[in-house]
């Protein structure tokens, strides 16, 4: 099963398809993508995100963004409301960056609203999706104090390198893939890739962004989650299927919540 484990359909660029979101998510079915997890990154959007999960095989967390312009989390209150929905198998995007976000205030600030997320998570046993940018070592000791390994998450789009990477599998974490692998300048990370074991690993399109070769600098889509999968599957010299097979299985140990029959069909009402 080929899956989609971070978008943002929310923020698509759906003119290509008429501005129809069914048309997107059906041309990611006609690449083989059978499951979708659509990330929060503003609580005030939730029911815009939650909106999509009508469709069987899709599904979404809920979270705010360490980013987030509107205000980051200073109580779990309303997380807590989104995550009882049976849709919502996930709390985040949450985590920390470091890179655009360069004073302290605004890291203390950061680090509040993460806490905030993993205890939520750890308490209703469910996984986060954690964001982290050159903040290796407080991203480490947060989810090691305040998080839950048993139901862990995973280190989304991973830039990190492969000692930040081992660390976060000794917490259970999954390592996600999105097409920054597939960039000529990621020496660093496809050998991060090739050492990691199977079972460590997700794939991802973080779409709208981040578009991987052949369409890089174009606005990316679900669809194009095949072409990262093709990439690892080639990085780790194994056949794609095999990939597929291994990623699928990861994603479905760690987000419990998610059956694995509940997908993608080409008539929503089906």
């Known amino acids: 099963m080929l899956i989609d484990t971070h978008c943002h359909l929310d923020m698509l660029d759906l003119a290509p ?20 997890l659509t990330i929060s990154v503003d609580l005030n959007k939730m029911d815009t995100v939650l909106s999509f999960t009508k469709r069987a095989g899709i599904y979404a967390s809920c979270g705010v963004h360490p980013l987030q312009s509107d205000g980051l989390l200073t109580d ?15 709390i985040g995007e949450t ?20 806490i905030h997320h993993l205890q939520t998570a750890g308490e209703l046993g469910l996984p986060v999706i954690v964001h982290t940018r050159n903040a290796k070592q407080d991203t480490l ?22 000692e930040m990477a081992k660390a976060a599998l000794d917490e259970n974490y999954l390592i996600s ?11 660093e990370l496809k050998e991060t ?24 600098g174009k606005k990316n889509e679900p669809k194009y989650v095949s072409e990262v999968a093709q990439y690892v599957a080639d990085l780790k010299g194994i056949r794609y299927e095999a990939l597929l097979e291994a990623t699928a299985a990861n ?11 509940h997908q993608i069909q080409l008539d929503e009402n089906s």
């Open 177 to 187: 893939i999105s097409g920054i692998v597939t960039f000529k300048a990621a020496d």
């Open 251 to 261: 994603f479905h140990r760690v987000f419990s919540k998610v059956n694995p029959q």
């Open 17 to 36: 398809y008429d501005h129809k979101i069914k048309a997107a998510i059906d041309a990611a079915y006609h690449k083989g993508v059978r499951q979708l």
């Open 95 to 114: 985590g920390l960056d470091y890179f655009y976000e360069a004073s302290e205030q605004a890291h203390d600030a950061q680090k509040v609203s993460f």
């Open 193 to 216: 890739v090739r050492k990691l074991p199977l079972d460590a690993l997700i794939i991802e399109t973080d779409s709208p962004y981040l578009a991987p070769v052949p369409f890089r």
């Open 141 to 162: 000791s947060l989810i090691r104090q305040y998080g839950n390994s048993a139901t862990a998450g995973v280190l989304h789009c991973f830039t990190e390198d492969y």
């Open 76 to 90: 779990d209150v309303l997380l807590r409301q989104y995550a009882n929905d049976p849709k919502v198998i996930a």
